[in-house]
């Protein structure tokens, strides 16, 4: 009876890792996926801004030039404005790059999502892999002794997987300076 005991233990301590561990990795897969959805509908909140901001200095720019080619004057007005719209222009355009550049940091939360299912997936591979030892006619010391040696190589193949993937999610480089996010 203690036999029976000892590896209904171990089978249900097996069943509830594989759902601890799997829930887990799960969970951070979810959470990556929000994230990624949260940058996407920053960036094109950001891009779509930055667009329309450079439409309106363009539009003012040609209405200097067609001023201008209209048979106007430069006065020192229309230069400095012009001036003043070429520098607004190149500030619009870094906001629109710093909006492409959330597309870098969705990348990295993506590729980080498929790791992770990969890597649980490679973690329940494990424990298969370790578990098609056992045999109808093992024993139950052996069974035990298996059990107990697919836990083992759950927990380490969790483990590890948690450790390969960091949270951080950055860019660098970026107009506006280096931004790290979760």
Not at 5 to 20: A, I, T
Not at 68 to 88: D, F, H, N, V
Request: aromatic share 2%; charged share 20%; hydrophobic share 40%.
């Amino acid at each position: 009876m203690i036999r029976k005991n000892l590896l209904g233990s171990q089978v249900k301590r097996l069943l509830s890792g594989l759902s601890d561990h799997g829930n887990q990795h799960l969970a951070e897969v979810e959470t990556d996926l929000v994230q990624t959805n949260f940058l996407l509908g920053e960036a094109i909140e950001k891009l779509g801004t930055s667009f329309m901001a450079i439409h309106d200095v363009v539009s003012a720019q040609q209405q200097a030039v067609d001023l201008l080619l209209a048979g106007g004057t430069l006065t020192p007005e229309i230069a400095e404005k012009m001036k003043s719209l070429r520098t607004e222009l190149g500030l619009h355009v870094n906001a629109a790059v710093t909006g492409l550049q959330f597309q870098d940091m969705t990348s990295q939360l993506i590729g980080r999502t498929v790791r992770r299912v990969t890597g649980l997936r490679n973690v329940l591979g494990a424990a298969g892999t370790t578990g098609s030892a056992l045999t109808e006619e093992s024993d139950t010391e052996e069974v035990t002794a298996l059990l107990n040696e697919i836990n083992k190589v759950l927990v380490d193949q969790s483990s590890k997987l948690e450790s390969l993937l960091w949270k951080a999610v950055s860019q660098t480089h970026m107009e506006s300076g280096d931004i790290e996010l979760f």
